[in-house]
């Protein structure tokens, strides 16, 4: 029968996404592993690779479409000895998928989005056939707890077949999810008839704005966050990254402030193994490497690129691979291996001339450090004397159900400690 092509789920907290372009045509005869699309997500631009071989039978998503949601049939393939007349009622969800040419304010909020495509643990699309799906559906399955016996792991026919579903949950429990997922504040409509006097441009969300919404509110109202506070004397840093980069001015690496701070949070974290953790619903879990979160601003909004292993790596090392994964950033080209993962992350708006904030965690992270800008101040010297000093406040958000208030002190004492004393930072 017929194969249907579903709108994958190209990252965990995708929804819906554009079909930038088509990289097959109908007639086409594909294989597994073969590209057959381009498509937006709500961080980047990604390739879509087939996963069954046959030939694309019809593209039932134009090119450009925006809005689709995922596991929307947007193509269908035929295998030896079936033509479109096979194809059937395989077209009809084509219809809840918006066109290319759909105006932007059509009221596409009204149509319940199509269920997710099965997501394994590790946030891998789960892959079945078509008639796998339906049977697991009709029985209630979890096809991402299910192992295929397919080709490279595509659940079957068989695999369902005699498989058993769990017992139901109960209804209360069912609707919680949707409650959650309710939009927080007035509706759109309430807040219009407010402004209706006024001039103004409505701006649609995209699809990064949407998640970033969705995650900062999800993490305020169900992280149960608190706040360290410290200064830091820079003069010290400040003359170290000046001999540095003199020295290194040959190789053509130039040191940033951020990349000391960078290494200084991998350390600490290696000093204060407890607080190298996240938050795994039921469990926390214990990282073994310093693998830092860094906000890196873009148009529209924001990524966390990961640099894994920064204790190990030199601050050039360092350099080197943060202004690689911002440039990426920037152009939306990271891969989501790269933008997830990580047990701590930073946010630096010193550039920006801010000079405190308290930074918002990034689930599951157990916690983010908020870098203001370094200021001349006056402070009073180990001598008792008044001296200036160059002077960067620094907020610690922590996550109060990984890391506790004394351990969170530890931590955040082990970064002051690294970059008022950057030397240490290199034995």
Avoid at 377 to 389: R, S, W, Y
């Amino acid at each position: 029968m017929p194969i249907e092509i579903l709108m994958p789920a190209l990252s965990p907290t995708m929804e819906e996404g554009t079909l930038a372009k088509w990289l097959v045509k109908e007639g086409d005869t594909v294989s597994s592993g073969d590209l057959m699309a381009e498509i937006e997500t709500d961080k980047a631009t990604m390739e879509f690779e087939a996963v069954d071989e046959g030939v694309v039978g019809k593209i039932m998503i134009a090119e450009g479409s925006e809005g689709v949601k995922v596991n929307t049939v947007i193509a269908v393939l035929l295998e030896d000895g079936e033509s479109v007349d096979d194809i059937g009622s395989a077209a009809a969800p084509a219809a809840a998928a918006p066109v290319a040419d759909t105006p932007a304010a059509a009221p596409t909020a009204a149509v319940a989005p199509a269920p997710a495509a099965p997501v394994a643990k590790d946030g891998n699309r789960v892959f079945a056939s078509p008639l796998a799906r339906r049977i697991a559906a009709n029985k209630g399955l979890d096809l991402s707890t299910m192992t295929g016996s397919g080709p490279r792991g595509r659940i079957v026919k068989a695999d369902v077949e005699n498989a058993t579903a769990p017992q139901a949950k109960p209804a209360a429990a069912a609707s919680a999810p949707a409650a959650a997922a309710a939009p927080a504040g007035p509706a759109a409509d309430a807040v219009a008839k407010i402004y209706a006097d006024r001039e103004y441009t409505e701006m649609p969300l995209d699809g990064m704005r949407k998640t970033i919404a969705a995650r900062l509110t999800e993490a305020k109202q169900t992280v149960p966050h608190f706040y360290l506070r410290r200064d830091i004397q820079l003069d010290a840093l400040l003359k170290f990254r000046s001999q540095l980069n003199k020295n290194l001015e040959g190789r053509g690496v130039k040191l940033s402030i951020n990349d000391f701070i960078i290494k200084a949070c991998a350390l600490a974290l290696q000093a204060q193994p407890d607080a190298n953790a996240v938050w795994a619903g039921d469990r926390v879990f214990k990282l073994k490497p310093s693998d830092v979160a860094v906000a890196v601003a873009i148009e529209g909004g924001l990524f966390t690129p990961v640099l894994k292993d920064a204790e190990m790596k030199s601050l050039s090392a360092l350099s080197a691979e943060m202004k690689d994964l911002a440039g990426r950033a920037r152009d939306r080209k990271l891969a989501p291996h790269e933008y997830q993962g990580g047990s701590f992350a930073i946010s630096n708006l010193g550039m920006f001339g801010i000079d405190n904030f308290d930074a918002v965690i990034n689930p599951p992270h157990g916690a983010i450090l908020a870098v203001g800008a370094g200021k001349k101040k006056p402070i009073v010297g180990p001598e008792g004397d008044l001296i200036t000093a160059t002077v960067m406040s620094v907020t610690l958000s922590v996550d109060h159900r990984v890391i506790d208030g004394a351990l969170g002190a530890e931590l955040l004492n082990a970064i002051v400690d690294n970059l008022e004393n950057p030397m240490g930072m290199l034995a």
